[in-house]
């Protein structure tokens, strides 16, 4: 079961970020899924800013990353806003420039867990659990930050 809905939420995610660009694409309409672990877990972002070594001009993408992820999935997170589709090309492009510029230097393997978790909170959003949604949020955005930093650091 959860391999299938990881499976089919995946596919289907690219489809629902651009067809319905401003949504939050949640299932909760009553609040609930306004919650300070995942909605300021974005923060975990600015993490590669602390290394000496990463340019002015990826700062200025984790800067961005974490402020659009915060907005996102705190600010806006009960309402249509156009912030969602910008969080989400934004999120989509930073991790593949990051991917782009570490994968001549390391192995990918350090992205799998940050994946999993997104495709996990995927699934609990598809299985409509919000508590679990949360959880899996804030720990994807962690392990997010965690790898985007790592892979800066393999840049150094």
């Not at 994946?115 to 804030?138: E, G, M, P, R, T």
């Amino acid at each position: 079961g959860i391999i299938l809905s990881i499976y089919l939420n995946s596919k289907g995610c690219f489809i629902i970020m651009y067809s319905r660009f401003c949504s939050t694409n949640l299932p909760w309409k009553d609040g609930s899924c306004k919650h300070v672990l995942s909605g300021l877990s974005g923060i975990f972002y600015l993490l590669p800013i602390c290394l000496p070594t990463v340019s002015v001009w990826d700062n200025i993408a984790f800067i961005t990353q974490a402020i659009l992820s915060i907005m996102a999935a705190y600010l806006y997170i009960q309402q249509p806003h156009f912030i969602h589709g910008i969080d989400k090309v934004f999120a989509v492009y930073n991790i593949a420039r990051i991917m782009y510029k570490v994968y001549p230097v390391a192995s990918l393997l350090p992205t799998i867990p940050m994946l999993f978790l997104f495709a996990l909170s995927h699934y609990f959003k598809w299985k409509n659990n919000v508590n679990y949604w949360i959880y899996c949020h804030f720990c994807w955005h962690l392990v997010g930050g965690i790898t985007c930093t790592y892979g800066m650091y393999l840049l150094k």
